[in-house]
Nanobody, 127 residues
Framework: QVQLAESGGGSVQSGGSLRLSCAAS????????MGWFRQAPGKVREGVVI???????KYADSVKGRFTISQDSAKNTLYLHMNSLRPEDTAMYYC?????????????????????WGQGTQVTVSS
């Protein structure tokens, strides 16, 4: 059983930056896919970015060029570096993981493909 715990959320103004962290309870080397999702009030949960164990990534178009995913394997921690934040980025951000990556690339950002979830951390961007 993998436990995930997010931190780093907060309130920032438009154009600001935040770094989210996701601490995993076990070595992330055993997890082949980890990433970030978000859910705004009244909206469905959507994929933000996924990191595969081969080092490749899959970003949602809405965050490309602004958000960056990284990992510190020694600390079993996943990060989401968010720059140029916009009000539409306001959401609860969740860390997710699955032992096996989806076979098809277009499934990588689908929440249903991931078994392990954190409790979320709130990000609020004001204009």
């Amino acid at each position: 059983q993998v436990q995930l715990a997010e931190s780093g959320g907060g309130s920032v103004q438009s154009g600001g930056s935040l770094r989210l962290s996701c601490a995993a309870s076990q070595y992330t080397d055993t997890i082949h896919c980890m990433g970030w999702f978000r859910q705004a009030p009244g909206k469905v949960r959507e994929g933000v970015v996924i990191l595969l164990n081969n080092g490749s990534t899959k970003y949602a178009d809405s965050v490309k060029g602004r958000f960056t995913i990284s990992q510190d394997s020694a600390k079993n921690t996943l990060y989401l570096h968010m720059n140029s934040l916009r009000p539409e980025d306001t959401a609860m951000y969740y860390c997710a993981a699955h032992p096996i990556c989806p076979y098809h690339e277009y499934d990588l950002l689908l929440p249903g493909q991931y078994h392990y979830w954190g409790q979320g951390t709130q990000v609020t961007v004001s204009s």
